[in-house]
């Protein structure tokens, strides 16, 4: 299911399924996609910062064209201790091993990887330099 922002509409709360797994999609081209994220984030239960949100960043393949610093994104996964995931989604290799990845932490967020929690996947994940 996608949305364009948080909070969710709560008229469809009782159809809505259980939610395993939060991306966050944003692309670097556009400073208006980081500011929608970060307004979003607020309606966000802090639980699923512990292994259920993820930041996906789009048009990372044209540098000239960035209206977001990286070190910025970067940053907000650190605050929130989740990964952020970079990718190009012109490139069909790329878009193909993101839905991928995407769809492991998936996966794993909604428990059906034996052995590995949501938890336990997102320190996997941390960078040493982030200790």
Known sequence: HL????PLPSERDHLRPRIDLVV???DIK???????VETSLAHVDGSFFLGKVCFLVTGVGRVNACSIETSAICKLGKTYCSPVLFCELELE???????????RML???AGHI??????SFVSLMRN????
């Open 3 to 6: 949305a364009t922002s948080l």
């Open 24 to 26: 966050f999609m944003i």
């Open 30 to 36: 556009s400073k208006y996609s980081l500011k929608n």
């Open 93 to 103: 290799g790329i878009r193909v091993a993101t839905a991928q990845r995407l769809l």
């Open 107 to 109: 996966q794993i967020c």
């Open 114 to 119: 034996p052995g590995v929690s949501a938890l």
């Open 128 to 131: 040493s330099d982030d200790d």
